[in-house]
């Protein structure tokens, strides 16, 4: 692989694919079979399954007896089912992305009235991934029907445009999103005083808003805490 060829495979997949190519390249043997394994297994943890049933497949092939291969594979057979979800009416995708958004004002002016779960996340970020697999659904189980809705920022990603609409209906994100540009994402950072993402803020109806107090990872019963106040307001 010269130089450009690897830009472009690390551009696609700086994980999975870049691993995977480490693994081939330095490993073999039962060192590499274990590599592949700690491969799968990041990608389960972080709910990060891109190329993964091409390196699967890969992987049977190198090591055809190897006693992983049905532990490996209800996760990528379940993830080839998931992946195949299409947007519904309510995964609501702001105007042009909301890519001319630039205030958080801006935000809140369009969601004026509502009590809502802001996260900041990432397509690229795992600990984002994770915590809409381990929380997302639960939180929208304890409120649904009590009048919260969910708003979504997707972060340094409008070149994964793509990417970002394929996880909206995998993670099931049922509520408002933007593809936010830089400028957005500076703007809210620094007015929520968020450090990192995912980074989670209960907007309340009045249009003031608070960090999550919930921390990484994310404590649920605070988070939930926080939203019923946010109600109650």
Not at 25 to 38: D, P, V
Not at 72 to 95: S, T
């Amino acid at each position: 692989m010269d130089q450009k060829e690897g830009m472009i495979a690390y551009s696609d997949d700086a994980t999975n694919l870049l691993e995977e190519k480490i693994i081939n390249k330095y490993f073999s043997g039962q060192s590499a079979e274990i590599l592949y394994i700690t491969l799968f297994n990041d990608a389960i943890d972080e709910s990060y399954y891109k190329n993964v049933p091409q390196i699967f497949d890969r992987f049977k092939s190198h090591f055809p007896k190897s006693k992983y291969i049905n532990w490996i594979k209800p996760y990528v057979e379940a993830y080839l089912i998931r992946e195949q979800k299409p947007l519904n009416d309510k995964m609501i995708i702001e105007k042009n992305n909301g890519s001319d958004l630039n205030t958080f004002e801006e935000v809140l002016a369009i969601h004026k009235g509502k009590t809502m779960l802001l996260d900041m996340w990432g397509t690229w970020c795992g600990p984002c991934r994770s915590e809409l697999e381990t929380n997302g659904q639960a939180i929208k189980y304890h409120f649904k029907d009590k009048g919260v809705d969910y708003l979504y920022i997707a972060n340094h990603d409008q070149n994964n445009e793509s990417d970002w609409k394929k996880l909206i209906p995998y993670f099931n994100m049922e509520g408002f999103h933007i593809l936010a540009n830089l400028k957005l994402t500076k703007d809210i950072m620094q007015k929520v005083k968020g450090n990192g993402f995912p980074t989670y803020v209960i907007i309340k109806k009045d249009g003031t808003y608070e960090l999550s107090k919930a921390g990484y990872p994310m404590n649920r019963e605070i988070l939930i805490k926080q939203l019923e106040e946010a109600l109650a307001h």
